[in-house]
């Protein structure tokens, strides 16, 4: 592999890895919020356990997460220097606010949740989740508005060689960007969902006494997950309208269209290869769509089952089922993001930059070494994320500790 090769699939590492993390957390943190908002309005002591042990999940996630968001931020700088200083001034515009949302506000919200159980008022403590929650999908736009503006360039100029922003309002506009938005957000909500209904459903299976509060963490689950996925993919059934003519090409498998994106992209630009690759592409493409096919006939399927109380108790199979079907939704979140960013290859910032031109100067024994140390962190982080996150599951809610008071010592008479 060449250097621009090897750089793009320590991004693609990097930046997939990551992408796992969000989608978990997105939905684990909507799916809490939903929670704890019964917990507040029934005062029902079950649905309260219930946010405190799917809560406990959701932060040990987001944590591991922040982890490797920083350490491909690091690595974008490290080997994309050709981009940030093409196209920083605008599309890092995006990034900075999402800095903001994530890293101040988000956070602040998250921790004064994690720390002010019995200190707060119930309803400023509900408020509180509900906030983690919007800053969190809020986060996930800011950075959708930066990749869209990668996918579909608008509203800037150029001064010198380099982009500014010249609209800032059709940069958040830009469809490629809101329609991915609603895309994400369902995926998302689709993994949280199943998520949750395959850990309840392997408890269910084990027949631990915490029977009555794992059968309405599967029916929460379920019913959070079959709409998501009629959701998800009815906005990427729209999002094929705003794909590149070479993406949508490479996709079909049109040879006359490919030529003729390809000679469109010779006119404008001059020779080169301008096509995506074609099998990557569609390979990606086909992966996404049949596991979210699998994903809501199954979805569809529990919907039903759940309905049925002896079923929800003691329908093994059914439980070895949701349970295996938890890695899914994360390989359909892989492939879509596959599909779109190998698709507008051979592009950094479509029709603008290329990739090998969006490249730091780096030799090739630079970018193989930081490769591989990139690789083993990335690798370290994800055995660890779920090795806590199996640890915490398997254990249940007798173990959480998330909002448990503390044991204070009994004071001494002397």
């Known amino acids: ?3 621009v090769d090897l750089a793009r699939l320590q991004f693609a590492l990097t930046a997939g890895a990551h992408f796992m993390f969000v989608a978990l ?3 684990l943190a909507t799916l809490v919020a939903v929670v704890q908002t019964r917990a507040t309005l029934s005062r029902s002591p ?5 946010t405190r042990f799917w809560g406990q999940l959701y932060i040990i996630n987001y944590a591991m997460g922040i982890v490797t968001g920083l350490v491909m931020e690091f690595q974008l700088g490290l080997s994309w220097s050709g981009l940030t200083e093409f196209a920083g001034n605008v ?3 995006s990034l900075a606010i999402e800095t903001l949302v994530a890293f101040f506000v988000e956070s602040t ?9 019995d200190k707060l008022n119930r309803w400023a403590h509900l408020a509180l989740i509900w906030g983690v929650t919007a800053t969190a999908y809020a986060s996930a736009f800011w950075i959708l508005i930066a990749n869209g503006f990668l996918q579909n360039p608008l509203g800037h100029r150029t001064e010198n060689g380099v982009l500014r922003i010249a609209d800032f309002g059709a940069m958040v506009a830009n469809p490629a960007a809101l329609i991915a938005f609603f895309h994400v957000a369902g995926g998302a909500l689709v993994t949280g969902g199943f998520f949750m209904a395959g850990v309840s459903a392997w408890h269910l ?3 631990t006494a915490e029977q009555d509060f794992f059968r309405k963490s599967l029916r929460v689950g379920i019913v959070v997950a079959l709409p998501a996925t009629l959701f998800t993919a009815t906005f990427g059934g729209i999002g094929f309208q705003t794909l590149q003519p070479a993406k949508s090409a490479a996709f079909a498998g049109n040879a006359e269209r490919l030529a003729q994106a390809q000679a469109e992209m010779v006119a404008r630009h001059g020779p080169g290869d301008y096509l995506p690759p074609v099998g990557l592409v569609q390979a990606a493409g086909i992966t996404m769509m049949t596991v979210f096919a699998v994903l809501l006939f199954l979805a569809a399927l529990s919907f039903l089952l759940m309905l049925f109380r002896p079923v929800v108790r003691g329908f093994r199979p059914w439980h070895w089922l949701l349970t295996a079907l938890i890695p899914l939704p994360f390989v359909a979140m892989l492939a879509g993001w596959v599909f779109r960013e190998m698709g507008r290859q051979p592009w950094a910032v479509y029709g603008l930059l290329k990739t090998s031109d969006a490249m730091s100067p780096v030799s090739h024994a630079q970018i193989s070494l930081s490769l591989t140390g990139f690789a083993a962190v990335f690798a370290v982080l994800i055995v660890t994320n779920y090795w806590l996150l199996a640890r915490a599951a398997r254990r249940g809610p007798e173990a959480v500790t998330l909002g448990e008071r503390p044991v204070r010592p009994p004071v001494l008479a002397y």
């Open 1 to 3: 592999m060449d250097t």
């Open 25 to 27: 957390t997105l939905g």
């Open 205 to 207: 299976r084990r027949r």
């Open 91 to 93: 599309f890092g515009s």
């Open 46 to 50: 079950l649905h309260l356990r219930m």
């Open 109 to 117: 919200f998250l921790g004064l949740w994690i720390f002010g159980w």
